[in-house]
C-alpha cells in the first residue's frame, strides 16, 4: 500500500534535484565573466548583463556560441567595432541609461541597431525623428509634391498597374516671380506668390510631354508684363533644350486674377547642333544656345532662327540685349541680339571685337556690367544703338583676372585694362563683377579670391587699390563624366542677389541632402539648406523677388529625386541668425578640409569622406555659446540628452506612435 507513495516522493525529489542543478547552472551562466576586445579595448562585465535586454542580441549569441567569434590572444571575444560607442551601448546595458555627449545621434543609432540593443534603438529613434528637418527650419516655406509619372505608350498594362513612380525634377530656371521645371517627360510652370504668402490661383501642369529621347536637360525662362497698367497680367516664355538637340519654345499669357489656365501657345521647335552647354534669354524676347567649340544658335521673335560657327567660345555672358562671348584666341566678341545685325551677302550675324588679351590668353571666365550711366546714354541714344558703357571682368586659362572698361571719359579711346591680378595657378572658371566687390573662382578645388573694389561717381577707380577680403576653397564635387546640363542644373555662383552680398550654393555631392550658403565675402556658411524628405538634391536656383514695398526676398528652390519641389526664403534666416546674433558663436565656418587660407587640414574626426557621400560636422556658427555669467544660457528646446534623461523612466513601446519613422 505504501509503495506508489515511495515511488512519488523520489520521482519529486529527482525533478527537485534537476531543477536545483539547472537554477545553479543558469547563474552561474549568468555571472560568468565576459572578456571582450572591440577595437583593441578590453572591456570586462558579465554574460547576464550582456543578455539583460535580449537573448537573440549579437553579444548573447556571441557569448553563447550561436553565432561564430574571433578570439584574441588572451582568450577575449575581438568584436571589430568602435570602441567609444561601445562603452556608451555597455553603461546603458549595465544602468538603462545612456547620455551621448559628443557621440553623434547617427553612428550611436548604427551602432546600437548592429548589437541589437532594441530599447536603446527606441530611445534614439525618438531623438532622431526630433531632430530630423521634415517640417523645415526657419528658412522653408513651401512644398510642391511630385507629379506622377505619365506611362508611355509601349508599357504593358500589368506595369502600369503596379505602382506609381514619380518623376525625377532634373532643372529649374528661377526668375523674380515664376520658375520652370523641367520634368523627366515635360515641363511645367509655378508662380512664387504662393509662396510668399500671396494668394495665387494658377497652377500649371506639364505643358509638353516628349517622346523617348526628349528629356529636357537645359532650361530658360522669361517673364515680361504685358503692360505697366496691368501688373497682374504677364507673359511668360519658356525654352528647353532636349537630350536629341532640339530646342522646344513655348508662350503663355497668364491673368493671375483668373483661376482658368491660359492657353499655351507652342512656338516651335528647332534643330540645334550636338554638346549644347548653355541656353539664355538675351534680350526680352530673344534667346541664345551655344556650345563650346563655336557653334551658337539665335532666336528672335520677329525673325528666323539663326545658326553659324564662330571661334571656340570658352565663356559667355549676357547684359540687357547684348551677348558676350570670349574665345580661345583671347578675343571678346559681342552683338546686340535684339538689333540682330546681319551680312547681307550671306545673312551671317555680325560679331564686333571688343578687346583683345594682351597675352592671346583664353578668355575661360567672363562677366560684364553695365556702366551706371549706360541706362541714360541708351534712352538718349535710343533702343536699337550700339553705344554703351561697361565694365568686364574676366579670367584666363593662366589663372590672371582682369578688369576692363569703357565709359564717357575714355570713348573713342577703347576698353582700358584697370587692373590684373596673377593669384590663381589654375585656370578661372568663374568671375564676378557686383558693385562693390570682385569675386574669382579656379579649378583648384574651386578657389576663391574676393576683393573690395573702389568707385567714384559711379565708376571703378583706381585709387584706393581692391582691398583683398578672402581667399578659401570649397569642395563642389560632381559626378564622373559631369555633362554641362549638370554644371547649369547646379550652379555653383557666385551669385549677386543684392549689391552687398555674394552667395555660393555648395553641393558637396552630387547625391547630397544639404546644399550650403557660403558667403563670399567671408568664406562663412550663413545658412544649410537640408531636404525635409531627406530625398537627394538632383538642382537647385536661386532668384530674388523685388516689391513696392519692403526689402527684396531671396529665393532658393530645390528640385529632388523623388520629383518634390521644396523652397527657401534665405531672408527670414538671415532675419533670424541677425536677431540671434549675440547667442552666436562668431568663430567662422571653414569649409570641409581647407581652412581659410586654402592649405589643406586633412582628415579630422568631424569630416569623413567617402565615395557615396561626404558627412560634415555642423557649422559652428550654428549653435550657441557655453551659457556664462556674461552670457546666461538661452531658454531653447530640449537637447538629445535632455530627451534621453527623460525617457529613463518611461516604457516607449507603450507609445508606438514614437517608432513610426518616415
Known amino acids: 500500500m505504501n509503495e506508489p507513495s515511495v515511488q512519488n516522493v523520489s520521482v519529486q525529489t529527482q525533478t527537485s534535484s534537476e531543477h536545483q542543478i539547472q537554477t545553479q547552472s543558469a547563474l552561474s551562466e549568468g555571472s560568468r565573466i565576459v572578456r571582450l576586445n572591440v577595437g583593441g579595448k578590453l572591456f570586462v562585465t558579465s554574460a547576464q548583463t550582456l543578455k539583460s535586454t535580449s537573448t537573440d542580441s549579437f553579444l548573447s549569441r556571441i557569448i553563447s556560441g550561436a553565432l561564430p567569434s574571433t578570439l584574441d590572444e588572451s582568450g577575449a571575444y575581438f568584436v571589430d567595432r568602435c570602441p567609444i560607442l561601445f562603452e556608451k551601448i555597455l553603461t546603458f546595458l549595465r544602468t538603462k541609461r545612456i547620455r551621448l555627449g559628443g557621440v553623434d545621434l547617427d553612428d550611436m543609432l548604427n551602432e546600437a541597431d548592429f548589437y541589437g540593443v532594441q530599447p536603446l534603438i527606441e530611445r534614439l529613434k525618438v531623438c532622431r525623428q526630433l531632430n530630423r528637418p521634415s517640417c523645415g527650419n526657419i528658412a522653408f516655406c513651401g512644398y510642391i509634391p511630385s507629379a506622377p509619372k505619365t506611362p508611355s505608350d509601349d508599357e504593358t498594362a500589368s506595369q502600369q498597374s503596379d505602382h506609381t513612380v514619380n518623376e525625377e525634377v532634373l532643372a529649374i530656371c528661377a526668375t523674380d516671380k515664376w520658375i520652370a521645371v523641367a520634368y523627366e517627360s515635360g515641363v511645367a510652370c509655378f508662380s512664387t506668390r504662393q509662396f510668399s504668402g500671396e494668394a495665387c490661383v494658377n497652377t500649371f501642369s506639364p505643358w509638353f510631354r516628349s517622346s523617348a529621347g526628349e528629356k529636357p536637360s537645359l532650361l530658360a525662362l522669361k517673364s515680361l508684363k504685358q503692360s505697366s497698367r496691368e501688373e497682374r497680367s504677364e507673359q511668360l516664355i519658356v525654352a528647353c533644350v532636349t537630350g536629341d538637340c532640339n530646342l522646344f519654345i513655348w508662350q503663355q499669357s497668364v491673368d493671375l486674377d483668373s483661376s482658368q489656365p491660359a492657353r499655351v501657345v507652342f512656338i516651335g521647335k528647332y534643330p540645334l547642333f550636338p554638346d549644347v552647354n548653355a541656353l539664355v534669354f538675351a534680350g526680352r524676347r530673344q534667346i541664345v544656345a551655344l556650345n563650346n567649340s563655336g557653334h551658337f544658335s539665335v532666336w528672335h521673335y520677329s525673325r528666323d532662327f539663326q545658326q553659324q560657327k564662330v571661334d571656340p567660345i570658352c565663356s559667355f555672358d549676357e547684359c540687357g540685349a547684348m551677348m558676350f562671348f570670349g574665345h580661345q584666341n583671347g578675343v571678346i566678341r559681342y552683338f546686340n541680339a535684339e538689333i540682330l545685325p546681319v551680312r547681307l551677302e550671306d545673312n551671317k550675324i555680325i560679331l564686333t571685337d571688343l578687346y583683345h588679351d594682351q597675352e592671346n590668353d583664353a578668355i575661360t571666365a567672363l562677366n560684364v556690367r553695365l556702366a551706371t550711366n549706360s541706362s541714360s546714354v541708351m534712352s538718349e541714344l535710343g533702343s536699337m544703338s550700339n553705344h554703351f558703357y561697361f565694365e568686364i571682368a574676366y579670367g584666363t586659362a593662366s589663372g590672371r583676372v582682369k578688369l576692363i572698361s569703357e565709359h564717357a571719359e575714355t570713348i573713342g579711346q577703347g576698353p582700358q585694362l584697370l587692373f590684373s591680378f596673377t593669384v590663381h595657378r589654375s585656370p578661372v572658371t568663374r568671375i564676378l563683377l557686383s558693385e562693390n566687390h570682385l569675386v574669382s573662382n579656379c579649378a583648384d578645388f574651386n578657389h576663391v579670391r574676393c576683393w573690395h573694389v573702389s568707385r567714384f561717381r559711379g565708376l571703378l577707380s583706381k585709387n584706393p587699390l581692391p582691398m583683398p577680403l578672402t581667399s578659401f576653397k570649397m569642395l563642389h564635387t560632381e559626378p564622373n563624366g559631369s555633362t554641362h546640363e549638370y554644371m547649369a542644373a547646379n550652379p555653383l ?79 527670414a534666416a538671415a532675419n533670424h541668425n541677425s536677431s540671434n546674433n549675440v547667442h552666436h558663436s562668431t568663430e567662422p565656418y571653414h569649409l570641409p578640409g581647407y581652412s581659410r587660407d586654402g592649405s589643406f587640414l586633412g582628415s579630422s574626426p568631424d569630416m569623413h569622406l567617402s565615395h557615396a557621400a561626404i558627412s560634415i560636422k555642423t557649422p559652428k556658427s550654428f549653435y550657441p555659446v557655453v551659457p556664462n555669467e556674461l552670457h546666461p544660457g538661452k531658454t531653447t528646446h530640449p537637447t538629445v540628452d535632455d530627451i534621453l534623461r527623460m525617457l529613463d523612466f518611461y516604457d516607449i513601446s507603450l507609445t508606438p506612435s514614437l517608432n513610426n519613422e518616415q
Open 493 to 571: 555662383g557666385p551669385h549677386t542677389l543684392s549689391e552687398s552680398q555674394v552667395w555660393y550654393l555648395q553641393k558637396i555631392t552630387p547625391a547630397a541632402t544639404e546644399v550650403f550658403v557660403v558667403s563670399a565675402l567671408s568664406g562663412e556658411c550663413i545658412h544649410r539648406v537640408a531636404s525635409v524628405d531627406l530625398s537627394p538634391i538632383n538642382c537647385f536656383s536661386i532668384t530674388e523677388e523685388w516689391r513696392r514695398i519692403g526689402n527684396p526676398t531671396q529665393y532658393v528652390f530645390t528640385g529632388h529625386k523623388n520629383g518634390t519641389i521644396q523652397v527657401w526664403n534665405l531672408a
